[in-house]
């Protein structure tokens, strides 16, 4: 069984900056691709950055250029780091490890308001 625990979100201001952490339990972290997902009010769950075991990434086209998404696999850690935050980015964001099955977060509430 594998859990993650996000960490990371908050209140930040338009233009603002905040870089989300997930840490997963279990040894086989570093083989398993990973993503962070969120979810609007009233809007779908959808894919907004992922990275494969071997680094290669890919984004949804509206965080391109802002976001980061990395990990450290000594950490067992994957994070998102999000620059230039809009209002429209305000959603829970997920985690998830694309194993045998997917594993979920729990989630953590991004706000960005003035």
């Known amino acids: 069984q594998v859990q993650l625990v996000e960490v990371g979100g908050g209140l930040v201001q338009p233009g603002g900056s905040l870089r989300l952490s997930c840490a997963a339990s279990g040894r086989t972290f570093r083989i398993y691709a990973m993503g962070w997902y969120r979810q609007g009010p009233g809007k779908q769950r959808e894919l907004v950055a992922g990275?494969?075991?071997?680094?290669?990434?890919n984004y949804v086209e509206s965080v391109k250029g802002r976001f980061t998404i990395s990990r450290e696999n000594a950490k067992n850690t994957v994070y998102l780091q999000m620059n230039s935050l809009k209002p429209e980015d305000t959603a829970v964001y997920y985690c998830?490890?694309?194993?045998?099955?997917?594993?979920w977060g729990q989630g953590t509430q991004v706000t960005v308001s003035s």
């Open positions: 990275i494969t075991s071997g680094g290669t990434t």
């Open positions: 998830t490890l694309h194993g045998p099955v997917d594993y």
